[in-house]
């Protein structure tokens, strides 16, 4: 990376990003004898399920937010040395073009179903447990994602 400035925002996007994907690792092994969810079961998880739960949809969250928000953009100006401010599928296309993420829409995806959880969770109980059970699957795959972007960046930097 050209700047220590962009290093620095960079490596931190990374810690806070790899901060997340821990608690999400740590939810997603301690929820895994009660999925599938069905409605049924959602509504019946005892307390501390269910702070498993609110853990794994709350670090999805805020991993997919700071994927987007800071690690994508820091990313882009690594590869393209363009500080500017830049709309962001601009920057996820750009991502796309260099291999650092293998298909955006891949991403929409899963901002797609961050922004169902947002929205359904707790309200919709069938649609809550479709969801939940849609993320623990496709959780691996997302957290591939991740570490994908990480290793370029580090490579990179």
């Known amino acids: 990376m050209t700047n220590e400035i962009g290093a620095i925002k960079l490596d931190a996007a990374l810690k806070e990003c790899d901060t997340h994907v821990a608690r999400l690792d740590r939810a997603y092994t301690l ?17 501390l399920r269910i702070e ?9 969250s805020r991993l997919q937010d700071a994927m987007g928000a800071r690690l994508f953009p820091s990313v882009y100006i690594l590869l393209a040395g363009d500080t500017g401010s830049h709309p962001f599928i601009d920057i996820l296309m750009a991502l796309e073009k260099f ?5 955006a829409k891949k991403w929409q995806f899963f901002r797609d179903l961050r922004n169902n959880l947002a929205h359904e969770y707790p309200d919709s109980v069938e ?7 849609l993320l623990r699957e496709k959780w691996p795959e997302f ?10 960046a580090r490579s990179h930097m």
Not at 31 to 47: T, V
Not at 99 to 103: G, L, P, Q
Not at 143 to 152: D, E, I, N, T
């Open 31 to 47: 929820l895994g004898d009660f999925f599938p969810l069905s409605p049924a079961s959602l509504s019946s998880l005892d307390e």
């Open 127 to 133: 649609e809550s447990s479709a969801t939940l059970n």
């Open 99 to 103: 291999n650092v993420i293998d298909n």
């Open 143 to 152: 957290r591939s994602m991740y570490l994908g972007v990480k290793a370029f």
């Open 52 to 60: 498993h739960v609110d853990q794994f949809v709350f670090r999805f």
